[in-house]
């Protein structure tokens, strides 16, 4: 190709995806394996994937989208829910192999990202939530990703919600997060069966929980427009979106309800992250 390609690098709990783009972010090549629980047969894995992928033509750059925590600037990673692959050197390795920009930001800050570039509708203020193994967000701000105190992330799927009759432990250490209650992982527990089995009364439940959490993130943020992606959310489908909406409509009094809505990249969005990350075009 003739600029060469922009490769993405979604790392999942239960997957990775990885894709080849052109200059603008037009997929030419894409795979998918399952994500080894051991971190060094992990990166091996990450090699053979971008190798394989540079048959697409030379590599210009490189973008992974990966689970926080983890020091962007470094490209040290340490996601959550895969603790053999915490405290990998995953920029140190990509670039001595590769010599090329590497960039890696928590998946839900370029799954915001790609919303922003590749989705239907344009925000000033733009939410992404996912639903998944775990749950978080990204927030973009006239189209850049915001950023705490130091650049830290913000954990929205780490805000605390009361739930009197019950306390539950998160991953994190802390009780009662929202994660705890409508995660994957949360709702294997409670229900004792996959999200994609439950019942329209039991979507209904989750819905109400994560309603609870969005309006308090629509608070603290007044985003124009709040997307909802991940396995869990499109699962739910429209009685967990309408759930959620009711909870934000009845409780939300000093600001307007945004809009809510399901991403349009469907299960990509992250890895359409991960090539806008490569992208020259995306503001570092």
């Given at each position: 190709m003739e600029n060469g390609v922009y490769i993405g690098l979604d790392i999942g709990g239960t997957k990775i995806l990885a894709a080849a783009a052109d200059s603008r972010g037009r997929l030419v090549r894409r795979r998918k394996i399952a994500s080894p629980a051991d971190g060094a047969e992990g990166l091996r894995s990450?090699?053979?994937l971008v190798d394989d992928l540079a048959a697409a033509g030379p590599i210009a750059a490189i973008g992974a989208a990966c689970g926080g925590p983890l020091d962007r600037r470094s490209g040290l990673i340490s996601p959550l829910h895969q603790p053999g692959w915490?405290?990998?050197?995953?920029?140190?390795?990509?670039?001595?192999?590769?010599?090329?920009?590497?960039?890696?930001?928590?998946?839900?800050?370029?799954a915001a990202l790609a919303e922003g570039l590749f989705g239907g509708r344009k925000a000033e203020r733009l939410l992404y939530v996912t639903l998944s193994t775990g749950v978080g967000g990204g927030l973009l701000v006239d189209g850049e990703i915001y950023r705490g105190a130091g650049g830290v992330h913000p954990e929205i799927g780490h805000q605390q919600i009361t739930r009197p009759e019950e306390t539950v432990l998160c991953a994190c250490g802390a009780f009662n997060c929202l994660e705890a209650f409508v995660s994957g992982t949360a709702i294997r527990r409670r229900f004792n069966k996959a999200a994609a089995t439950l019942?329209?009364?039991?979507?209904?439940?989750?819905?109400?929980?994560?309603?609870i959490g969005l309006r308090n993130a629509a608070v603290l943020y007044a985003p124009d427009l709040i997307v909802l992606g991940g396995g869990v959310a499109l699962g739910g489908g429209a009685t967990l979106l309408q759930a959620a909406?009711?909870?934000?409509e009845r409780n939300l009094k000093l600001l307007p309800v945004p809009e809510l809505r399901f991403s349009e990249l469907g299960y990509e969005t992250a890895l359409m992250g991960a090539i806008a990350l490569a992208l020259p075009t995306i503001k570092q």
């Open positions: 990450l090699f053979d915490h405290n990998m050197a995953l920029g140190a390795a990509l670039q001595e192999r590769y010599n090329v920009p590497f960039r890696v930001e928590v998946d839900t800050d370029a019942d329209e009364d039991e979507w209904k439940h989750i819905g109400s929980l994560l309603g909406r009711r909870v934000m």
